[in-house]
């Protein structure tokens, strides 16, 4: 399974370009998301979720670059379960292509941001 980094995700975002495909990592997973074009691709309204790390935003449910790329682990409980829940949804509908590689600043992002 291949390893992708915050940059390596950044240019799989359906643009035209090298991919165009559409992948977004959620709690780790890297899942090709490509066949929801419709709501991932340039334009759509989780555009802002391509090429990135959603899990924060969507266990905030924020449609939010902020909430991207960053860790998670101060979430509150709610947001937790939400997070859950989405990553549950992501499995179910989506091919895992890959695994996430998170360094300090990665997680360091994430306990900036409110929970």
Not at 41 to 59: E, I, K
Not at 81 to 88: D, H, I, Q, R, S
Not at 90 to 115: E, I, N
Request: proline fraction near 3%; glycine fraction near 10%.
């Amino acid at each position: 399974m291949e390893t992708f980094t915050l940059e390596q995700l950044s240019t799989y975002t359906g643009a035209t370009g090298p991919h165009y495909k559409i992948y977004i990592a959620v709690r780790g997973e890297v899942y090709d998301v490509t066949s929801g074009r419709d709501f991932y691709g340039p334009g759509a309204g989780y555009s802002v979720f391509a090429g990135r790390d959603a899990t924060r935003a969507l266990g905030k449910m924020q449609i939010s670059a902020e909430e991207c790329n960053c860790g998670w682990d101060n979430l509150n409980e709610e947001h937790r379960k939400t997070m859950l829940e989405w990553e549950a949804k992501y499995k179910s509908k989506y091919p895992v292509v890959g695994r996430m590689v998170v360094d300090d600043d990665f997680v360091a992002r994430g306990q900036r941001l409110a929970p």
